[in-house]
C-alpha cells in the first residue's frame, strides 16, 4: 500500500538565515510541477504571524535554540516511494537545486518518514509545523509504547496534532532506514537521527502552551530520557500554496495522471491544439513526390510527437521498432505531424 511520504531537510545558509533567495523559490516553484510532488522552503520561524526571524519568533514562545544552526527547513511530501525517487533523481533536484544552494550551505540533515492522515489535515495555512529529529540509537526502527502514550496526550492537548516516527521505517511496508533508502537509491543524509517528532500547532499560542505543558516538561522528557542521543528543533510556517495542494493530495492513492493532479488543485493546462494554424484552415490529404518530398525535407523542419514508454520499475525506456522503409529500425514510438494535426492525434498514428 502507498503511503504519504514527509520528506524533511534542513540546511545551514547562514549567509540568508532570515531570507530564501529568489533562484531557491525558482526551483522549489519547478519541484511543484513534478508528479505526486509538493515542496516549500521556509527559514526558521520567519513569517508565523508576522516574525521576522528566529529570535524573534523563539521570543515569543518563550522556547531556546534548539536549532544547531540550522537555518532553513525544505518540506517535499511525496504520494508515495515512486514519486519521491522520481524528485530525488530529477534534473530539477540533482542539478538545478544542487546548483542554486551551493553558494549558501554549509550542512544538512535529511530525514523520511510516513506522514499521518491527521497531521497531513492539520497541515492547513499558517499553521505551524514544528519538527524534531531525535537520536535514539539503542531504539532506531521502533517507538516504544511509552513513547507513544505521550504522544497520544499531546493530541489530546487543544490546537495540537502530534505523530512521531523512525526514520523510513513504515513506508509501503519498510521495516528500517536502510531498507527504505534503498528502496528510492538515496544515501543516508540523516546524521545518525532516528525518529522525527511531528508537532503541527494551529497558531503561536498553541505551540507555546504545548512547549511549556506538564505533559511536554516532565511526562515527555521522563519518556525519551533513557534513549535520547541528540536533538535538533525547527519551526516554520505553512504556506497558503503548500497547504492547498497538499490537502488536495490523495491519502494512498497517486494521481493517476499529471494532469489530474492540476486539475485537482485548479490549475489549467494548456489546451492540445493544432500546429499554426491561420484563417480557415482545411487539412488536405495531399503526399508529395519523393524528390520534391526529399527537397522540402532538406528546406523545412518537419515536425514529429514522440511518447516515451517506461516500464513498470521505471528503469528502462521501450522503444517501437519500425517494419518499414525509410529506416526500418528502433525509434521512440510516435510519428510525423501533418497540417492541422494535434500532438496528440501525431503520437496515436
Request: hydrophobic share 40%; proline share 6%; charged share 20%.
Amino acid at each position: 500500500m502507498a503511503s504519504i511520504i514527509q520528506h524533511t531537510v534542513f540546511f545551514k545558509f547562514p549567509s540568508v538565515a532570515n531570507e530564501v533567495p529568489a533562484e531557491l523559490s525558482a526551483v522549489v516553484s519547478k519541484f511543484n510541477s513534478l508528479l505526486g510532488i509538493v515542496a516549500q522552503i521556509c527559514p526558521h520561524g520567519v513569517g508565523i504571524e508576522g516574525r521576522t526571524s528566529k529570535a524573534d519568533f523563539l521570543g515569543s514562545v518563550e522556547w531556546p535554540d534548539k536549532t544547531d544552526d540550522y537555518t532553513h527547513c525544505l518540506l517535499v511530501v511525496a504520494t508515495d516511494s515512486a514519486s519521491l525517487k522520481r524528485y530525488l533523481h530529477s534534473p530539477e533536484h540533482l542539478q538545478e537545486w544542487m546548483a542554486a544552494v551551493k553558494p549558501y550551505i554549509q550542512g544538512i540533515v535529511v530525514f523520511d518518514n510516513v506522514l499521518d492522515a491527521p497531521a497531513k489535515t492539520a497541515l492547513q495555512a499558517k499553521s505551524i509545523q514544528h519538527t524534531v529529529f531525535f537520536k535514539f540509537p539503542s531504539i532506531a526502527s521502533e517507538v516504544p509504547a511509552g513513547i507513544l502514550e505521550v504522544i497520544d496526550k499531546f493530541n489530546a492537548l487543544p490546537g495540537i496534532v502530534a505523530q512521531i516516527c523512525p526514520h523510513g521505517v513504515g513506508i509501503e511496508g519498510r521495516t528500517s532506514k536502510a531498507d527504505f533508502l534503498g528502496s528510492v537509491e538515496w544515501p543516508d543524509k540523516s546524521d545518525d537521527y532516528t525518529h522525527c517528532l511531528l508537532v503541527v500547532a494551529t497558531d503561536s499560542a498553541s505551540l507555546k502552551r504545548y512547549l511549556h505543558s506538564p505533559e511536554h516538561l516532565q511526562v515527555w522528557m521522563a519518556a525519551v530520557k533513557p534513549y535520547i542521543q541528540g536533538i535538533v528543533v525547527f519551526d516554520n510556517t505553512v504556506e497558503a500554496k503548500f497547504a492547498s495542494k497538499l490537502q488536495a493530495l490523495k491519502l494512498d492513492q497517486a494521481p493517476a495522471t499529471q494532469a489530474e493532479e492540476l486539475q485537482s488543485i485548479g490549475v489549467e493546462r494548456n489546451p492540445v491544439v493544432p500546429q499554426f494554424v491561420t484563417g480557415d484552415f482545411t487539412p488536405t490529404k495531399i503526399f508529395l513526390e519523393d524528390a520534391e518530398y526529399g527537397r522540402a525535407l532538406d528546406a523545412l523542419v518537419k515536425a514529429c510527437s514522440d511518447i516515451l514508454v517506461v516500464s513498470s520499475d521505471g528503469k528502462s525506456v521501450l522503444l517501437g521498432q519500425r517494419k518499414v522503409e525509410p529506416q526500418p529500425d528502433w525509434w521512440f514510438i510516435g510519428g510525423r505531424a501533418k497540417p492541422g494535426d494535434t500532438t496528440r492525434e501525431v503520437r496515436v498514428q
